[in-house]
Each structure stands twice: as structure tokens, then as C-alpha cells.
């Protein structure tokens, strides 16, 4: 399929429910849930460590270092099949990415809050390349401050793309909430450009 705009004020979205055949999204989840490197990160949060509720990992070259939730992180060296599928997304959305951060949402019990991936190192305006594997799920997207529109949601099943530029994340947030839904694994991939520059200190 092809990648087509959603249409939502002060964003730049681009969706494509089958990036992937099934087959290859299949084989994908299955090699990337046994080969990445899964940790289960804890951050910040209101003076507390909390363990986030899904499994992370993160590759890209070797000067794309990256804070997030205050948490540091440096990229692994880059798995094969992550290289192959880095060169597909970039030839397929035109945008160069250095980095990718893969989410495993064991089960509906597992989520992502809101926020908006408006860190310094990605830059005022970022592309970030969405990505996902396994059992469909719920991405939400609401305004923030200063933008009144509905809030949108949108189920993205196994192979498909989503694509977010421009604005989207200046004046949206997006959260991938919990369900009761008894629902497998997702595996989610949101390839990234992180500037090469030295994270803060401390
Ligand atoms: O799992 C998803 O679809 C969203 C992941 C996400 O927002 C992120 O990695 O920043
Ligand atoms: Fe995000």
C-alpha cells in the first residue's frame, strides 16, 4: 500500500495500514521479540522511580545518543533486520533516520502515557517513523494547549506505518493507553533522527 495524509489541524500525519505483508510483520515480531535487547527501563517520576509498563530497546548509530523521561540512552549497534528496515523506511518516506526505539507492549496491561516526543535533540519540527508488529492497539492523539479540536484514535495493526512530521508534535500529544481487551504482544518501532550533540549533564 501507500502511505496517505490524515487530515488533522496542526499536524502532518501520513498512514499506511500495510506497510509490511503479514507474513514479513509476522516474522519480524517474532525475530525482534527474541533478538533485541529488552530491558524494562524505571523513570522519574514526582520523585519517584517508577518501572515503565512495557519493554524497551534502543539502536542507532553510535553518536545518536538520546534523553528521554530523564533517562539516558545509548544506542546499541544496529541489528541487522533494524538496518534492512531503516533503509526500506527511509527510500519509502524520504526522511533520514539514525536511531529506532522498540517498544514491547506485553500485554493490554502494558501502555505509554501521554506525551509528545518534543525533546531538543530531535529537532523543532521531527519525523518520526511509527512502525508496528503484533496485536492491534489503540494510538490516541489529543491537542495540546492552545489547539481545540477533538482528540483522535486510531487502531494501527501489524504492518502498519505511521508517519508523523512537521507540527504534530508542537501541538499534539499522543499516549498508547492500557486496554481490557485481552490482547498478545505489540511490538512497536519509531525510527528517529537524534542530533549528534552531547546529552546534558547529570
Ligand atoms: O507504541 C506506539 O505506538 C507509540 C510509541 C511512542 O509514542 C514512542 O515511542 O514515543
Ligand atoms: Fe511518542
Redesign the pocket.
Known sequence: MALSPLSLPQADLLFDPAFLAQTEAAALLAELTADAAWEQRAIRMFGQQIPQPRLTAWYGDPDARYTYSGLRWEPRPWLPALHALRQRLETATGTRFNSV?L?L?RDGRDS?GW?A?DEPELGPAPA?A?L?LGAT?R?RLRPRAGLAHAPLALD?PAGSL?LMRGPTQQCWQ???PKTARPVGP?L?L?FRWVAGAAPPAG
Open positions: 526505539l517498544n507492549y505509554m506525551h516526543d518520526i511509527s508496528s492497539r494510538f494501527l505511521l499522543h499516549a498508547l505489540r512497536n519509531t
